[in-house]
C-alpha cells in the first residue's frame, strides 16, 4: 500500500515525493515512487540536486529531528 500525504494527497510514498512537482524529473530518472525502494532512490537523486529544498514546506515535521 503506497502512503499518500495527509494534507497533499500527491505527496507519495516515506519521503513523500510530491507526484506533480517531480514528474518531469520522475520520468527522466525511471524510477517507480511508488514502490519504497524507488521512493528512497528518487529521495536520494532530490537530496544529491537540491538537499533539503524540496522538504522545506515539512520543515516543522523534521527540523528538530536534524
Known amino acids: 500500500r503506497v502512503i499518500r500525504g495527509r494534507i497533499n494527497r500527491y505527496d507519495v510514498g516515506l519521503y513523500q515525493i ?6 518531469n524529473a520522475i520520468q527522466n530518472t525511471g524510477l517507480d515512487i ?5 521512493n528512497t532512490a528518487f529521495a536520494s537523486y532530490l537530496y544529491q540536486q537540491s538537499g533539503l529544498e524540496p522538504w522545506r514546506f515539512s ?3 523534521w527540523r528538530d529531528a536534524l
Do not use: Q
Not at 510530491?18 to 514528474?23: P, Q, Y
Not at 511508488?34 to 524507488?38: F, I, N, P, Q, S
Open 18 to 23: 510530491n507526484e506533480v512537482i517531480h514528474r
Open 34 to 38: 511508488y514502490t519504497e525502494e524507488g
Open 59 to 61: 520543515r516543522s515535521c
